[in-house]
């Protein structure tokens, strides 16, 4: 009775005694050929959807005036006769937010892991990171120029403001959600606090730092372009205000049109890097 060979085994016998060597498994699949199609293909169609209403409501059916919400044609034709001045403005707004969620990455998760480490300083601190949170951003826009001066200190705490907060609470709450299974799987082992912080408590948190992260870019956006309606830095922001004061809506909206791009490609990144640093997250998790 013949048997079939087991992959990855050693081949069937030879004449003499030994095995014939076998041929190499298969080279692995690129990362790239489990990109599905509808992965690309349905934010396109969205896209196209949005487009397509926008154009709806200003030229085809005339129900908002072009002085309000230019058509995208003629935002099209703004962006492309004014790229000269919005691309290296958004660069400055893309450095500004960036630096600006950086910091707000690295002060939230401190101070959530603090609020987590002890109940009395979060009975203590939390009402007042909640009140700061409460306080309407915008207003604080002409105070932070007297407070902090000009250039990119006002731009820079207006995106700490808007972002700190969500990671700050993803933070204490991942780091107080621990499943209880892993903690008593800890404590069995004899871990230390710091080995149980390590290897359990804080790799358990990361779903939900990272639920923060993603709250928090799109405010980083946000605050970046607030941040420069008080500030000398060309940003986007800035462009915005002054191609609204003479009048010239479609180039601003050509910069609107930017920020949400800018966005867009900040989150995806995001998402992308949870991917990468929480490879364990979908197979551990129902998926929809």
């Known amino acids: 009775?013949?048997?079939?060979?087991?992959?990855?085994?050693?081949?069937?016998?030879?004449?003499?005694?030994?095995?014939?060597?076998?041929?190499?498994?298969?080279p692995g699949r690129s990362p790239w050929s489990r990109v599905r199609p509808a992965t690309v293909?349905?934010?396109?169609?969205?896209?196209?959807?949005?487009?397509?209403?926008?154009?709806?409501v200003t030229s085809g059916l005339h129900l908002v005036h072009p002085a309000s919400l230019p058509p995208p044609q003629a935002v099209w034709t703004s962006l492309t006769a004014s790229a000269d001045v919005l691309f290296p403005a958004l660069g400055t707004t893309t450095l500004m937010t960036?630096?600006?969620?950086l910091l707000s990455t690295v002060a939230g998760v401190l101070i959530g892991m603090a609020l987590a480490a002890s109940r009395r300083a979060e009975r203590m601190f939390a009402p007042l990171l909640v009140a700061v949170n409460a306080v309407p951003k915008i207003a604080l826009g002409p105070l932070l120029v007297v407070s902090v001066g000009w250039g990119a200190k006002p731009i820079l705490t207006m995106v700490f403001l808007l972002c700190f907060f969500p990671i700050v609470l993803s933070t204490a709450t991942g780091l107080t959600t621990t499943p209880a299974d892993l903690a008593e799987l800890a404590r069995s082992l004899n871990a230390s606090w710091w080995q149980s912080?390590?290897?359990?408590?804080?790799?358990?948190?990361?779903?939900?730092?990272f639920v923060g992260l993603k709250v928090?870019?799109?405010?980083?956006?946000?605050?970046?372009?607030?941040?420069?309606?008080?500030?000398?830095?060309?940003?986007l922001g800035y462009q915005i205000l002054q191609y609204n004061g003479v009048g010239d809506t479609a180039t601003a909206w050509a910069a609107i049109v930017l920020i949400a791009a800018m966005s867009i490609v900040l989150y995806s990144a995001l998402s992308l890097v949870e991917r990468l640093a929480l490879p364990w997250l979908r197979a551990t998790t129902s998926a929809r």
Do not use: N
């Not at 912080?197 to 730092?209: E, G, T």
């Open 1 to 26: 009775m013949r048997t079939r060979p087991v992959p990855g085994s050693a081949g069937p016998p030879t004449a003499a005694g030994g095995t014939a060597p076998t041929a190499p498994p298969p």
């Open 41 to 56: 293909g349905l934010p396109l169609a969205g896209l196209v959807v949005a487009v397509a209403v926008w154009w709806s």
């Open 98 to 101: 960036l630096l600006g969620f």
């Open 197 to 209: 912080f390590r290897k359990v408590r804080f790799p358990a948190a990361l779903p939900q730092i």
């Open 216 to 235: 928090a870019m799109p405010l980083a956006a946000i605050g970046a372009v607030i941040g420069e309606f008080y500030s000398d830095k060309p940003g």
